[in-house]
C-alpha cells in the first residue's frame, strides 16, 4: 500500500510540475522567487556563507576544488534554505495554492 501511495504521489507531482510547465508558470514562479531573494537580501547572505565556507576550506589543505564545491553546497543548502525568510515562503506556497486551485477539477 505504501508503494502504491508513493507511486500516486510521485505521478500526481509529475502531473503537477507538466502543468507548471505547460502553463508558462514555472517560468513566472522562478523569475518572482528570484526577485524576491535578490530583494530580501538572501541570495548576497548566502554567497557570503558559500564563499567564507571555501574559503576555511581551502585554508585547509588543497584537492579538487570542484568536489569542495560540490561538498559545501551540499552541507549548506539546509542553512541556505533556513535562511529563505518566511514572507518569501509564504508567498510563493500562496501563489502554488492559487495556480492549484485554478487547476483543480471538482468532481
Known amino acids: 500500500m505504501t508503494n502504491q501511495t508513493e507511486q500516486s504521489t510521485d505521478q500526481l507531482k509529475s502531473q ?4 507548471l510547465i505547460n502553463s508558462g508558470k514555472y517560468q513566472q ?3 518572482n522567487l528570484q526577485i524576491q531573494l535578490i ?3 538572501w541570495q548576497e547572505n548566502f554567497q557570503n556563507l558559500v ?4 574559503l576555511k576550506q581551502q585554508q585547509q589543505g588543497s584537492g579538487n576544488d570542484e568536489l569542495k564545491s560540490m561538498k559545501v553546497l ?3 543548502t539546509g542553512k541556505g534554505l533556513a535562511m529563505v525568510p518566511d514572507d518569501v515562503k509564504v508567498g510563493l506556497l ?3 495554492k492559487g495556480f492549484l486551485d485554478d487547476i483543480v477539477v471538482d468532481e
Open 29 to 31: 514562479f522562478f523569475q
Open 51 to 54: 564563499s567564507e565556507h571555501l
Open 39 to 41: 530583494n530580501s537580501g
Open 94 to 96: 500562496k501563489d502554488l
Open 74 to 76: 551540499g552541507e549548506l
Open 16 to 19: 503537477i510540475e507538466q502543468e
